[in-house]
């Protein structure tokens, strides 16, 4: 996709319409139910003059004896064009809004960690779901107000200057009026509905927030802050939004005002020229009736203001999230599957912003099928370096390899085909046992498939205990699930991948010992024959490991086996002091 950087009202609107031309026959049948629909009202208009002048005259005409058969024709063309329009605009922004839903999450699933720590997970929602219906709604909306009322004001212009022009001069005369007070009126609801759409993000943020943490709410007594926080967002919508209608109502107010004076100027005129006979009552009649139904579709057009704004302003939001830059996947190494070879050579990492790096001139080699316990205190790095595996980031310096290939040398999708992870969250999905374990591009996978990962990871025998088995939905987060079950989903979903490349991100450390020490048989099969990152918060989980490294402060201080590294007396040392009592901690 092209880097779009317009975001003007002219490039956004122009934006939106691409999305409406991909579906052109149902487009073009609503515009023209929607013109077919607007002309009956002139016509009804310019009804009046006959409907007058020869049924009030003494003597009734032909004309006037098929005046009421042409009023129930242009009544039943107008109902069946509206029903044709609003049956193609409702079914027409349906597709606009899947489609502007797919682009955008299709989006932001290819975009790089950093997004992730940038935006919170309130705003991003907000912007998929809120932003994208004020869009369409006032795309679409803005679309009808335009072409149906416009075609009316044109429509009953015309009827105006074929009735009388110098009348008509005067409903000219009070555009200009009109358009420096919608221009002002403008740079206003814009300000507003910007700030509007960002309180509105803060506000959703603050519910899914207050939400995933109702519990520590309730321990900690902070249901007071959290609303008060909760009600500081409500407050900011509630003033941007009376701010947008207090703007929007005085701009109508006025131009309302200007319509009125202008309908005033012409009945005093009228009066003068029937006075003269330069007008007959159905030419007042068909004139007025024109002028009085030009006051709808004027006030609509001029609040149509209010509207755009706000969808100018979701509009923004929308597609600056679209156009995004995406993860780096200019590779394109691929095999079927990779040995398990790992280098960091002079690997070093710097957050944008950063005072001192996260990590600094990391070296490490692991061989195929080695497993690598990585410990430290919080904050060490660890995370951040085996993040750099999967490419969630990218090292500011240095190179790191799989199979001696430079990681941004392979295509980003193969590479994550090498790589299982299981991590502290088992990120189950509110969806069935099978469809958590056979997830992503495993969906495919047959029952028997699933059964012996499910069997491998020792999950099997409370599957089977489950009401529907396989099929049973989890809850949200595998809510019907123990931590020790859920764990065990998440493993055999790693045991049914068979990655060549496993990270264990403290896959134990929610649980409880026992728990933890029959989910750790289970790792222990499934880091056989598989090159392993481990980070663990208990040590005594990594005497199996080939070697351990210490990181503190993003340098690797230490490495070597849990033996060699306890005789040498240094920090995995009094790491391991501190969480084994009988030992004396010991500070290197």
């Given amino acids: 996709m092209p880097e779009i950087t317009d975001y003007t009202a002219k490039g956004l609107y122009k934006r939106l319409l691409s999305y409406s031309l991909r579906y052109w026959p149902l487009f073009a049948t609503s515009l023209v139910a929607l013109v077919f629909a607007a002309v009956t009202e002139p016509l009804f208009a310019s009804l009046m003059k006959p409907l007058i002048d020869e049924n009030f005259s003494g003597q009734r005409t032909e004309m006037a004896k098929w005046l009421p058969v042409i009023i129930i024709v242009l009544f039943l063309v107008r109902g069946l064009a509206t029903y044709i329009n609003e049956y193609c605009s409702a079914k027409l922004a349906g597709l606009v809004v899947h489609d502007l839903r797919f682009d955008m999450l299709s989006r932001i699933l290819r975009f790089p960690n950093s997004y992730f720590v940038e935006q919170p997970a309130g705003k991003i929602i907000s912007t998929v779901s809120t932003n994208v219906d004020a869009v369409t709604e006032a795309g679409f909306n803005i679309i009808t107000v335009l072409i149906r009322d416009g075609a009316i004001v044109i429509g009953l212009m015309a009827i105006l200057l074929y009735t009388n022009w110098q009348l008509t001069l005067i409903c000219f005369g009070i555009l200009p009026l009109i358009a420096i007070g919608v221009s002002v009126a403008a740079k206003r ?340 024959g598989r090159t392993t990152l481990v980070i663990a918060h208990r040590l005594s989980t990594l005497t199996t490991a080939d070697f351990i490294i210490v990181l503190d402060q993003g340098k690797l201080i230490e490495q070597g086996t849990h033996q060699a590294l306890l005789s040498s007396r240094g920090k995995y040392h009094y790491l391991h002091s501190i969480q084994n009592q009988s030992q004396t901690p010991l500070q290197p």
């Fill in 189 to 528: 609801l814009n300000r507003f509905a910007h700030s509007a759409q960002t309180s509105h993000a803060d506000l959703v943020q603050s519910i899914s927030e207050v939400i995933g943490a109702q519990k520590i709410i309730k321990i900690y007594g902070a249901q007071k802050v959290e609303t008060e926080r909760f009600m500081k967002s409500a407050d900011e919508i509630m003033k941007s939004r009376v701010k947008l209608v207090a703007t929007s109502a005085a701009n109508s107010a006025i131009v309302q005002w200007i319509l009125a004076a202008a309908v005033a100027a012409v009945v005093y005129f009228a009066g003068i020229l029937a006075e003269s006979n330069s007008m007959t009552a159905g030419d007042f009649a068909s004139f007025m009736t024109a002028m009085m139904m030009l006051l709808a579709p004027v006030k609509r057009l001029t609040n149509i203001n209010q509207q755009l704004q706000k969808g100018l302003a979701a509009a923004d939001n929308v597609f600056r999230v679209v156009d995004r830059s995406v993860e780096n996947s200019s590779g394109t190494h691929t095999t079927d599957r990779a040995l398990g070879y790992i280098e960091f050579n002079q690997v070093g990492l710097t957050f944008p912003g950063a005072d001192a790096p996260t990590l600094s001139d990391i070296n490490l080699w692991v061989k195929p099928g080695q497993t690598v316990g990585i410990v430290g205190v919080s904050g060490g790095g660890k995370s951040t370096l085996i993040n750099l595996l999967p490419r969630f980031l990218d090292p500011t310096s240095g190179v790191v390899k799989l199979d001696s290939v430079d990681l941004k040398q392979w295509d980003l999708q193969c590479l994550r085909r090498q790589i299982a992870v299981v991590t502290q969250e088992s990120h189950l999905l509110n969806d069935t046992v099978r469809n958590n374990i056979a997830y992503g591009e495993m969906r495919g996978a047959s029952d028997e498939a699933i059964l012996n990962a499910a069997r491998m990871a020792n999950a099997l025998p409370f599957i089977e205990k489950l009401e529907q088995g396989l099929d049973t939905v989890l809850g949200d987060n595998g809510l019907r699930l123990s931590g020790g079950q859920r764990q065990r989903i998440s493993i055999a979903r790693a045991f049914l991948k068979n990655a060549p490349i496993l990270i264990l991100d403290e896959a134990t450390s929610a649980l409880d010992s026992e728990a933890e020490r029959e989910v750790q048989e289970d790792m222990e099969r499934l880091r056989h």
